[in-house]
C-alpha cells in the first residue's frame, strides 16, 4: 500500500479483492506490526491526520457520496499529494472495524515517539498508562492528556495498542496531537522521570488525600495509571515517589478510570498554570 500521485475516478467495487483485505486486515494486531500500518475510521480522524501528520497517511478511501460532503478533506488529501481512492459502500464496510465508518476509511504508519524525545524536551505533564486494558479508556486518556496539554502519554506493561481501531476512534483525533510512547518498562520511565526532575505520582485509591497534596502538582508532574480493574500492582506504586487518591463525596463505588485520569490530569494543568501566572 503505496501513496499515489494521482487522482482517479475510478471505484473499487470488489470487497474481497486483495486490496480491500489487506486493508481490512488492519483490525487485527498482528497486521499492524507486521506492516506498521494502521486503520483510521470516519471523516474526523482522517482530517486531524492529515492536518497534523500528513506524512504518515498511505491511502484515503472514500465512497464519491462522503468526499461531496468532506470536500475539505479532499483538499487536504490533494496538498498532501494523496490519491482519493473511490469506493462504494459495500468496499467501506468490508474495511472497517465500525458498522457505520461514514463512507471514508484512511491507512496510515504507525510512528510511536521514544521515551529519549519525550523527556529531552522538559516536559511539565506527562500520562503513564500501566496495564491499561481497556481500548475505551486508553482513548479517552490520550484525549485527555490532548485536551490539558500534556507533553506526552508513555503506555508501559501490557497497556492496549494505542492503534487499536477502538482506541484511534476514543481519541478523535489527539492521537495526532501529542507524543505516544509504547513498548518501554514502568522501572526505565521512572528513572528517567527522576532524572529530569519530574515527580511520579500514582493515582490510588490509597494513596493519601488528593486535596492535601495538590501543592505537589505544580511542579512538573507524571501520572501513572493502572489497570481499570486490579489498580495498579504494589511493585508499580512503589516505584513512585507519592500516591494519591480522589476523594468520593457521594454514594458512588469508585469512578471509571478515563475520568479519573482527566480530573488527575485536568488538576494538574490547572496547578501548573496558576504557579506560572504568579
Not at 494502521?38 to 497534523?52: D, I, S, T
Not at 479532499?74 to 496538498?79: E, H, P, V, Y
Request: net charge negative; with cysteine.
Amino acid at each position: 500500500m503505496h501513496a499515489s500521485r494521482l487522482y482517479t475516478d475510478r471505484v473499487l467495487e470488489n470487497p474481497r479483492s486483495p486490496r480491500v483485505r489487506a486493508v481490512a486486515k488492519l483490525t487485527k494486531r498482528s497486521a499492524r506490526q507486521e506492516t506498521g500500518l494502521f486503520l483510521l475510521e470516519g471523516p474526523q480522524a482522517a482530517r486531524e491526520a492529515l492536518l497534523y501528520r500528513a506524512d504518515t497517511v498511505v491511502e484515503i478511501f472514500a465512497t464519491p457520496t462522503a468526499i461531496e460532503r468532506h470536500t475539505d478533506l479532499r483538499d487536504l488529501a490533494r496538498d498532501a499529494g494523496l490519491e482519493v481512492i473511490f469506493t462504494t459502500e459495500a468496499v467501506l464496510d468490508a474495511m472497517a472495524d465500525t458498522v457505520t465508518p461514514q463512507g471514508i476509511v484512511a491507512v496510515a504508519r504507525q510512528t510511536p515517539a521514544s521515551i529519549r524525545d519525550v523527556f529531552s524536551g522538559s516536559p511539565r505533564l506527562i500520562a503513564i498508562c500501566e496495564e491499561v486494558r481497556d481500548p475505551g479508556n486508553l482513548g479517552t486518556i490520550i484525549r485527555a492528556a490532548d485536551a490539558t496539554g500534556a507533553d506526552a502519554v508513555i503506555l508501559t506493561g501490557r497497556t492496549v495498542d494505542p492503534y487499536n481501531p477502538k482506541v484511534v476512534r476514543a481519541t478523535t483525533g489527539s492521537l495526532f496531537h501529542l507524543p505516544i510512547v509504547v513498548g518501554v518498562e514502568l522501572a526505565a520511565v521512572v528513572e528517567r522521570a527522576r532524572a529530569g526532575g519530574i515527580r511520579v505520582v500514582a493515582a490510588d485509591v490509597a494513596g493519601d488525600d488528593f486535596l492535601a497534596s495538590r501543592a505537589l502538582l505544580a511542579e512538573p508532574t507524571a501520572w501513572l495509571f493502572g489497570n481499570e480493574a486490579r489498580g495498579l500492582e504494589q511493585e508499580a506504586i512503589a516505584l513512585a515517589d507519592v500516591s494519591l487518591r480522589l476523594p468520593i463525596y457521594g454514594s458512588a463505588e469508585s469512578l471509571n478510570l478515563a475520568t479519573a485520569a482527566s480530573v488527575c490530569l485536568y488538576e494538574t494543568a490547572f496547578a501548573q498554570r496558576s504557579e506560572r501566572s504568579i
